[in-house]
């Protein structure tokens, strides 16, 4: 027993408290004891356990409280506390300094300083010692290491947020979903390798912070968000983002629009080589997606169906050390509610004279898009199946959509009485360098003083990994803008 690594004892609903002797697995790196609803404590000697790593406790209703001594287990890397009984902070977080992953899901803090305690590793301090001055120091700044933080269903307000996130320098996801503000600190806007910010069901949050440009956006259904601007009123050129159900956002700006003003921005930068993308070894830097409210394809896209269908004629003389790849644009709505528990996903197959070309998913959402929803995405020449053996011959590019349903992540019949979603447009582009420069040009000399283009000195394009903020730039595009020709 002494050399045991992993105890699992989930769904241990018997399982009431735990052994004080734990300590004497020294070897002990998971600790898991998720769904033991009937738990009540843990022993102080838990602290003892010098090689834990992974510490699972979610779900445990009846843990009200954690020993100080946690805070010894300089190791812990992963943390769970979702849905446990938990009320207060433990303050013993803040001493976590190798903690990579912490998860709150439906924790219900008491009061705004809880939350500052979690981060403060002084908090335990001034807790014994009894003194009620607040120290000023970054509540943030000890979790270094932080690369998951999760507090969905947290009930925060705005007053109870964490206000200093720019600390963390190693977080590259953030879960804010279902939570209650109006607002988010600006500071989420400092973090350099923020990848995912996650702020689905948020419905009073009325407008975004301040993001880096390499960051997604999962905003489902927060259905009082007016715009994607920052709170500073500058377009967020952020790399994506699924914005399904926010009606609100495309009432004054279409879809299509901001779409493609994104898209712009993410092309020219993608002909540049811009570093602000590449660095991110974990993203795919030659991806852009954008999902929101709309039913119109903008005429940018020069070949367009109705339908799931679509084919573009590829003349010789096509393929050019210029091209840069294939954008799409994919109209689809549910024509009924879909049932629980059921995720969906969009995929495009590709095929030229027969050949696949390989494909793109949107894949596996939850969410259940009200309306007709648009999806934008553009596919890398260096993701096309073969491309290096193009030759300069007549191609026929044949492109189709399907929405498949899933169940537990494996497709599933329909249930019966749901109606197959469908796809009702769609469109191509293909993409050269000077598509790009041209549209770039048009965006100049159509956008106005109030809601133009906008240059800050401050940040260049081409930013190293510690600038991780490229030109802040506010794009308008009217739908139909750019050049029609086809390539």
Request: aromatic content about 10%; some cysteine.
């Amino acid at each position: 027993m002494p050399y045991l690594e992993i105890l699992c004892l989930e769904g241990c609903i018997r399982l009431y408290e735990v052994d004080p002797t734990i300590e004497v697995l020294e070897r002990l790196t998971v600790l898991n004891l998720k769904d033991c609803k009937h738990l009540v404590c843990l022993p102080s000697s838990v602290g003892g356990l010098k090689s834990l790593k992974v510490l699972n406790l979610s779900g445990c209703s009846k843990l009200d409280n954690l020993p100080d001594e946690l805070g010894h287990v300089a190791c812990l890397e992963k943390l769970d506390m979702s849905g446990s009984g938990i009320r207060e902070v433990p303050s013993f977080i803040g001493l976590l300094k190798n903690l990579k992953e912490l998860f709150l899901v439906g924790f219900k803090a008491e009061s705004p300083k809880s939350w500052n305690m979690m981060f403060n590793p002084f908090e335990l301090l001034r807790k014994r010692s009894h003194i009620r001055t607040r120290l000023s120091l970054p509540c943030l700044s000890s979790l270094h290491s932080l690369d998951i933080l999760d507090l969905s269903d947290c009930n925060l307000f705005d007053e109870a947020i964490p206000s200093d996130f720019g600390c963390l320098a190693s977080l590259t996801i953030l879960r804010l979903s279902r939570n209650q503000f109006v607002k988010l600190p600006e500071s989420i806007g400092q973090l350099p390798r923020l990848e995912s910010l996650q702020l689905d069901l948020c419905s009073k949050l009325l407008t975004l912070p301040e993001l880096p440009s390499h960051v997604w956006v999962y905003a489902s259904n927060c259905i009082s968000l007016d715009t994607l601007a920052n709170q500073r009123g500058q377009c967020n050129l952020v790399r994506g983002g699924y914005f399904g159900n926010c009606f609100k956002m495309v009432e004054n700006e279409s879809c299509g629009s901001i779409a493609l003003s994104l898209l712009t921005r993410y092309l020219k930068f993608q002909r540049y080589g811009s570093s602000v993308y590449s660095f991110h070894n974990s993203f795919d830097h030659k991806r852009f997606h954008f999902v929101a409210p709309g039913n119109e394809i903008p005429k940018w896209y020069n070949h367009q169906s109705v339908g799931p269908l679509i084919t573009v004629e590829l003349h010789p003389g096509w393929f050019t050390n210029k091209w840069m790849g294939f954008t799409f644009c994919v109209v689809f709505s549910f024509l009924k509610t879909l049932p629980p528990c059921v995720r969906w996903s969009i995929n495009c197959s590709m095929k030229a004279n027969g050949r696949s070309l390989g494909g793109t998913s949107l894949c596996n959402l939850w969410d259940r898009p009200v309306l007709d929803h648009i999806w934008f995405f553009y596919k890398h020449c260096d993701h096309v199946c073969y491309a290096h053996e193009w030759q300069d011959i007549y191609y026929q590019l044949e492109c189709s959509f399907k929405l498949t349903l899933y169940e537990d992540m494996h497709g599933v019949e329909i249930p019966h009485g749901v109606e197959i979603p469908q796809v009702n447009k769609c469109g191509v582009r293909v993409i050269y360098e000077e598509d790009v420069e041209e549209l770039w040009q048009t965006l100049l000399k159509e956008s106005n003083p109030k809601r133009g283009l906008q240059h800050n000195d401050d940040d260049a394009a081409s930013s190293s990994a510690s600038q991780a903020h490229p030109k802040r730039i506010k794009l308008l595009l009217l739908d139909g803008a750019g050049p029609s020709g086809s390539p």
